[in-house]
């Protein structure tokens, strides 16, 4: 079975900056599409960034465009969210995902998913 982990959330100051890391297990990891979305409460589940198998093709939502960078490492299994200049509106559970799809942004794509590691951005 494939098992996700997410860590590195907590809580943060405006302008601040965190690093969210995902452990992938239980598959291959090089045969995955990796994505990071995000949950606010009374809100959808919304992308955020992903990237393709050999970590050279990035997709990113224009809310974190020039402040977030994905990054995989598939030697470690691992995938990884870099967040600069946090605003309070980042604010939101983080989900690590897995998947083959072919539409970046859709939670469709993706077969497997972390429990979430809370970011709160203090205002």
């Known amino acids: 079975q494939v098992q996700l982990v997410e860590s590195g959330g907590g809580l943060v100051q405006v302008g601040g900056s965190l690093t969210l890391s995902c452990v992938v297990s239980?598959?291959?990891?090089?045969?995955?599409?990796m994505g990071w979305f995000r949950q606010a409460p009374g809100k959808e589940r919304d992308a955020v960034a992903s990237?393709?198998?050999?970590?050279?093709?990035?997709s990113y939502s224009d809310s974190v465009k020039g402040r977030f960078t994905i990054s995989r490492n598939n030697a470690k299994n691992t995938v990884y969210l870099q967040m600069n200049n946090l605003k309070p509106e980042d604010t939101a559970a983080y989900y690590c995902?897995?998947?083959?799809?072919?539409?970046?942004?859709?939670?469709?794509?993706?077969?497997?998913w972390g429990q979430g590691t809370q970011v709160t951005v203090s205002s």
């Open positions: 239980g598959g291959t990891f090089s045969d995955f599409y």
């Open positions: 995902a897995a998947g083959r799809g072919l539409t970046w942004a859709s939670s469709r794509s993706y077969d497997h």
């Open positions: 990237i393709g198998w050999s970590g050279t093709r990035t």
